[in-house]
């Protein structure tokens, strides 16, 4: 747990950096647009980011801060595994995970999100044009980040055997390859003809004398 508390607050810090740099991050989803001639529809994936950062970016400064934008929503996506592998989970924290996985995915549209209080993002953007094309972009990663805190809050209550269980069943798990690398050669070993000859009887090979 305090893993993944640890990789939180190391993502929260790389918000607070993004987050800083959001007048830079519309605008180059501005010019992204205009390149694609694309200004009617507003911005509703992380896969249109993505699409305009490699297709339609032209200036180091745009790239840098929607490669930033991918990055923390690449590190969102991977925190949402590890949180899997804590727990078998409960209804309410299965429903949280299952928000934040897709949430985060590459098709999901993201256009109709709104981060409210007590976030500023979307009051930050300028009038009500610019909240309808990027209110959803902005309010993406906050809204996720919230719902990841939630989830290690309730987790947190449950008791100390389910976690370990947990981390069990992920051991057993990494063990079983182990268990069948070491049979391999054990089998193979009795298989060979030198092995054949040394522990079968003698009287399997050599007939026994009749008496007289």
């Known amino acids: 747990m305090n893993e993944v508390k640890e990789s939180l607050r190391s993502i929260e810090q790389k918000y607070k950096l993004f987050q800083q740099q959001q007048f830079t991050f519309i605008a180059a989803l501005e010019h992204c647009r205009e390149n694609a001639h694309d200004k009617i529809r507003p911005i509703s994936s992380v896969g249109q980011v993505q699409s305009y950062m490699e297709h339609y970016c032209n200036n180091s400064t745009d790239r840098r801060i929607l490669l930033m934008f991918l990055d923390i929503c690449s590190e969102l996506n991977k925190l949402c595994q590890h949180f899997e592998?804590?727990?078998?989970?409960?209804?309410?924290?299965?429903?949280?995970?299952?928000?934040?996985?897709?949430?985060?995915?590459?098709?999901?549209?993201?256009?109709?999100?709104?981060?409210?209080?007590p976030h500023d993002v979307v009051n930050h953007l300028s009038c009500d044009e610019?909240?309808?094309?990027?209110?959803?972009?902005?309010?993406l990663i906050p809204i996720v980040?919230?719902?990841m805190k939630e989830w290690i809050a309730h987790s947190e209550k449950l008791p100390?055997?389910?976690?370990?269980?947990?981390?069990?069943?992920?051991?057993?798990?990494?063990?079983?390859?182990?268990?069948?690398?070491?049979?391999?050669?054990?089998h193979h070993q009795e298989t060979t003809p030198d092995r054949l000859q040394c522990v079968w009887p003698s009287h399997f090979t050599h007939k026994p004398p009749k008496p007289a």
């Open 130 to 139: 610019a909240r309808n094309h990027y209110g959803g972009v902005v309010s």
């Open 145 to 147: 980040l919230d719902l």
């Open 160 to 186: 100390r055997k389910v976690l370990q269980h947990g981390h069990e069943f992920k051991a057993a798990e990494l063990s079983v390859p182990q268990r069948k690398s070491t049979t391999v050669p054990y």
């Open 85 to 117: 592998a804590l727990h078998s989970g409960t209804p309410v924290t299965n429903s949280l995970l299952e928000k934040c996985k897709t949430l985060v995915s590459q098709s999901n549209d993201l256009s109709s999100l709104r981060a409210k209080y």
